[in-house]
């Protein structure tokens, strides 16, 4: 019968091992979560960042990151195509306006003479040494405003 009633009791000895065991396997899943998550971080920080571009209409586009010496012809084409039409643009008129008429252009002034203001907006495509030299005979030349 005394094996029976002997009901064993835990002692502070029995319980020290079972809590060392339990926090060396909680320490163990903690270094794993750390782990994971340091290296999911150092993937992300040394992934190159997506180059995304906003249109007029608020959308976002994923474009193809080139490098900055990298162009096309028709690229190069279409530059020249949009800077030239704008630089010799001689009307004297702006673009129609919401009520749809045309408001005349007052021009900019160059060395006493007037461009138009198609021509003065397109002329940054040209360097710095070149432009005013340009600028000045392009005044000469445009005989809608007269003189200043």
Known sequence: MKLLNNKRRLNSSDILPLFAVGTLG????????????????????HKPAPAMVQLLDGRSVAMEPVDHNA???ELIRQFIKNALGLMFKWSSTLPASQDNTS????????DGRRITTASWQASPVFSEDFRTAFLDEFAKLTKVFGKS
């Open 103 to 110: 408001v005349r252009d007052p021009g900019v002034a160059i």
């Open 71 to 73: 162009r096309s012809p």
């Open 26 to 45: 909680l320490q163990v899943v903690n270094l794993c979560l750390n782990s994971g998550s340091t290296i999911g971080v150092w993937s992300i920080a």
